[in-house]
């Protein structure tokens, strides 16, 4: 399923940058009643943390190697491999019989692989389904860092394995990674043949397993949002002919129209206490920036101008927001209050920049950044100002959306006619596409952790 | 029986006006009694009996012919394009746009969504928005030469339904456009 982008087609047709930039430090906050083994997730990859992950023991029958062993040891691998803060060593060159490390050569013996920590793992059949015991050793003192057995009913192999990578990267930074949390997106892959297109909202796992569609609008159904508990999702559909706003259960259920008054009812983002839904309205054919209760009370306009504005994004602060207006010219983005006011522009560089979207601790925004038609994801520091391209190569990048722990970003790439979501870190390493039938566009990330 | 199901839409619109306009103005019904002729005595000398004067004849109903050649009707409507990242109206777009003012004037009872599209070239959300633009701009431009807006609706497509896939600036200039679909006749 996932597909890795190679680094010279990365590279190639990048006019800009030589190459893409590391985003400046975000330390992380430490839990205080774990311990914690300090590790700066923003470190240039170099400074990844090696950690050997050798292959479960387990008991050697087909079925459970189909059914358990393989899909939890990929999940496990390509989790960690494709965390910022780790470097997966070349487990080929696994020392014989040293696991766990019990003398100071057996530890030698793996640290002569390049390893700094061991992920040792064991995966047995039990009466109803399966379970994993993973011990994390440090490899210089030969300690036991943590030990956890997960169980799960069959067919939780991969969750299990989500669930032990979540914890390991808590180990080390202090909060889960992100690899519980699910994606939102739009696919056509249901149009009928020769049909008009029709899109559908569906859901994924971060790395695109587990798809399965939310809506049967037979109609175009865009631009999803998750409501902070991760139960709702908003989003545009054409539905009913005219573009509403509707919301549907993450768990499945039928879609609730939220009435506007406006037309157009684009881009619906929720507000970071699940109250308020801003998207962007017409009114006599100009698109302005609305904010309605999520029951459809309230309505109210934020902008006020002949030009277009569209694209809300709240800040998680929920007193800001991020917009797009084309009011000096050209769409560039804009940052404004929660009630319209102290708007100032953001974007300066290049003619076309829209989908500006917060980082979950507001420090930074993740835009689709564009000059004469070519897009990329630009990621901008709002503390220093400075701008960071981080994606790269060719096909139009655009949509990025945050992972809920701000370590990665789902954008979606249209190149040779045809758009799949991709997932990468917020350095623009480790980008993996991770669709494949139909086309696949706005990728949405849950905004919880687990 | 096919071909006549098949008759496409501005034909059998323009059949129906022409049947609609006979019927309306149907012959006055004659009610005054026609003169019967009474039988005299005939005892009495022949008078002249005065001719009944001759009813005149009921006005003929009258047609009115207007040209509305079917070839012009199908497809008439012609979509207005747009610049890049631009709503605004283009001398060619002027030009589209006024003969459709005319044939939206010809046509009274015709109802019209109008769609904004766009191209690829352009972020799917913002496009959104500028597809509402371009429909929008189409709309007043209508109804500046005389169009009533309430037979005008507006919808935009952002860049979701393309009518031409390719990447060239040919296709592209195809995708930027207001486009008429008839939703009522």
């Known amino acids: 399923m996932i597909r890795t982008i190679a680094l010279s087609t990365l590279l190639a047709g990048l006019p800009a940058l030589a190459a893409p930039q590391s985003a400046p430090p975000t330390p992380l906050p430490a839990s205080p009643q774990e311990t914690i083994i300090a590790v700066d997730i923003t470190k240039p990859s170099g400074a990844r943390t090696p950690i050997a992950i050798p292959p479960p023991i387990s008991p050697l029958t087909p079925e459970l190697k189909t059914n358990a062993v393989d899909p939890f040891f990929r999940a496990l691998n390509d989790d960690l491999a494709a965390y910022p803060a780790f470097l997966v060593t070349d487990v080929s060159l696994q020392p014989k019989g040293a696991r766990p490390p019990r003398s100071r050569e057996e530890g030698d013996a793996w640290i002569a692989t390049g390893a700094q920590f061991l992920l040792d793992t064991q995966v047995r059949p039990t009466a109803s389904g399966v379970e994993v015991e993973a011990q994390l050793y440090d490899l210089k003192t030969l300690k036991n860092v943590f030990g956890k057995a997960y169980a799960s009913e069959a067919g939780g192999a991969r969750r299990i394995a989500h669930t032990l990578a979540n914890d390991v990267v808590r180990q080390f930074t202090g909060r889960p990674g992100p690899f519980l949390a699910r994606i939102a997106f739009v696919s056509d892959r249901h149009t009928p043949k020769g049909g008009r297109p029709e899109k559908e909202v569906f859901v994924m796992d971060w790395d695109g397993e587990n798809q399965w569609r939310l809506t049967a609008s037979r109609s175009l159904s865009l631009a999803p949002d998750w409501s902070p508990d991760g139960k709702k999702i908003v989003f545009q559909s054409y539905m009913k002919g005219a573009p509403g706003l509707f919301v549907v259960p993450t768990a499945g259920g039928a879609a609730k129209e939220i009435p506007v008054s406006t037309e157009l009812n684009a881009s619906p983002s929720f507000s970071p206490d699940g109250k308020w839904i801003a998207y962007c309205g017409s009114v006599r054919g100009n698109p302005e920036v609305f904010v309605v209760g999520v029951d459809g009370t309230g309505l109210r306009r934020l902008t006020d101008n002949s030009a277009v504005d569209s694209t809300p994004r709240w800040a998680p602060n929920g007193r800001e927001m991020a917009f797009t207006s084309n009011r000096q010219g050209s769409p560039q983005v804009y940052l404004m209050d929660g009630e319209g006011a102290n708007v100032r522009r953001i974007s300066l560089a290049g003619n076309w920049n829209d989908e500006a979207t917060f980082a979950p601790d507001g420090s930074r925004l993740a835009f689709a950044c564009g000059n004469e038609g070519d897009f990329q994801i630009c990621v901008l520091d709002l503390l220093s100002g400075r701008t960071f391209q981080i994606s790269a190569g060719p096909g139009a990048h655009e949509n990025p959306s945050w992972s809920p722990d701000g370590s990665k970003l789902a954008w979606e790439v249209t190149r040779d006619g045809g758009t799949q979501i991709v997932v990468g870190n917020t350095d623009g390493s480790s980008i993996r596409v991770v669709t494949s039938a139909g086309n696949n566009s706005s990728p949405t990330w849950s905004k919880t952790l687990e | ?185």
Not at chain 2, 52 to 68: C, G, H, I, L, W
Not at chain 2, 91 to 98: N, V
């Open chain 2, 1 to 185: 029986m096919s071909r006549f199901v098949r008759t496409s839409g501005p034909i059998a619109l323009a059949a129906f006006v022409v049947f609609a306009a006979a019927c309306s103005k149907k012959p006055p019904v004659q009610t005054t009694p026609a003169p019967t002729p009474t039988p005299g005595p005939v005892e009495a000398a022949p008078t002249p009996v005065p001719v009944p004067a001759r009813p005149s004849r009921p006005p003929e109903p009258e047609v009115k012919v207007t040209d509305r050649t079917l070839v012009e009707i199908s497809g008439y409507l012609k979509p207005a394009f747009f610049d890049y990242d631009k709503a605004e109206i283009r001398p060619d777009a002027r030009e589209a746009l006024s003969a459709d003012a005319e044939f939206l004037r010809k046509w009274s009872t015709l109802k019209v969504s109008l769609e904004g599209h766009c191209d690829e070239r352009g972020t799917r959300e913002y496009n959104m928005a500028l597809g509402q633009r371009r429909a929008a701009s189409a709309r007043d431009f209508l109804v500046s030469l005389g169009v009533d807006s309430s037979r005008l609706q507006i919808i935009s497509y952002g860049k979701e339904r393309p009518f031409c896939t390719g990447q060239t600036e040919d296709c592209w200039q195809k995708n930027r456009r207001a486009h008429f679909v008839v939703t009522a006749k």
